[in-house]
DNA sequence: TTTGTTTGTAAGTGTGCACTCACACACTTG
DNA sequence: CAAGTGTGTGAGTGCACACTTACAAACAAA
């Protein structure tokens, strides 16, 4: 016994993030997280429920993840105004996503909500990082929406290598936006 | 001679951009265009170069598309406030979405820009569409790009059906948005 | 009619990949 | 030591799918 099989399927979960955002999910198949994690494929099916299984819960510690970032860099805000805090939350966000996994995954699973699974793990990763932010900034509905459309903006930013385009309209769309 | 070849593209490229937006690229196997679009398999190879020649021109119908549509929407603005031709031009935007086809395949393009044909393709589209919105409605940068977030916010909420959530989370995240 | 060109297809071919199964090794307990 | 339990793999299996090729039918021009 070399490790335990819930020790495994940490790593091999971190792994999956890293190399699902890449390619997204049909187009990775399992030896590429298995061959990235150091097992061999067959195990990786004896711990996830089919490669579907494994890309769900690839979800869920991408989103957690996320939301621990947020919660973290909450607690670093100086002030207590909404507009503080969302402006520390944010700032805890670009800094989490600077090596660009955590958000291409999060493209790679809104681009596979058309199966039901992953769109429930997409709804529910939103669910806690968006009622943590409205409950612990105190920010408006209004607020909450804009910190979220900007953080999709960043989104486009990053897949489309727009902070590469010398040009007016991309200088414009990356304006202001931390980090990537 | 049924058809000619050119008339032949056109109709593929619009059940290209529809039977992709499902389920993405590599997800969609040419047969499903094909047959969508009642022709055979092979015919498909003959006209496009590859199914990555395909889907990239199904993108460049896409942005057409979109930008046909907003192009149009600016003439029926009332005002030549900024706010108020952005605010026209979204609504023609919004109507345009409502099938959900174009907004979707948007989405999956973005997830294959590690293709780099794709992400030029995206880098395309979206240099006519925010041109044409920053010159046409005389928008500044912090406009322009404000239209595009809560743009990409549409994404989120139509991807993850986020409208039939009755969750005050995402109540407010879509608090406003037009149509979906 | 014959020759040539373009539209269109049926029937392959090869490969990549999700998933399985039989088996082996590590470690524990009695 | 023997028997049991959990960790790990090599070697398949079967199928889906990207792309090709050989061939046919429609139309045009001579």
Redesign the interface.
Same mark, same amino acid.
């Given at each position: 016994m070399r490790s335990t099989a819930e020790a495994r399927r940490v790593t091999v979960l971190n792994t999956a993030v890293s190399v699902f955002a890449?390619?997204?999910f049909?187009?990775t198949p399992v030896t590429a997280v298995a061959a990235a994690a150091g097992i061999s494929e067959a195990y990786v099916f004896r711990l996830f429920a089919g490669k579907l299984g494994l890309f769900v819960a690839a979800a869920g510690a991408c989103f957690d993840r996320i939301a621990e970032a947020i919660e973290a860099g909450a607690e670093r805000a100086t002030g207590d105004s909404p507009e503080e805090i969302l402006d520390t939350m944010g700032g805890a966000y670009a800094e989490l996503i600077a090596d660009r996994d955590l958000l291409l995954f999060q493209?790679?699973a809104?681009?596979?909500?058309?199966i039901p699974e992953v !769109?429930e793990a997409?709804?529910a990763g939103?669910?806690r990082v $968006?009622?943590f932010v409205?409950d612990r900034a105190g920010a408006s509905? @209004?607020q909450?929406?804009?910190f979220? !459309?900007?953080g999709?903006?960043c989104?486009?930013i990053v897949? $489309?290598?727009?902070e590469q385009?010398p040009?007016?309209?991309?200088? @414009?769309?990356t304006?202001?936006i931390r980090h990537p």
């Open positions: 890449r390619a997204g049909h187009a493209v790679q809104q681009a596979v909500t058309d !769109a997409v709804r939103y669910r $968006a009622t409205q509905d @209004a909450v929406q804009q979220f !459309a900007y999709q903006l989104h486009l897949t $489309a290598g727009l385009v040009e007016p309209w991309a200088r @414009a769309l304006a202001g």
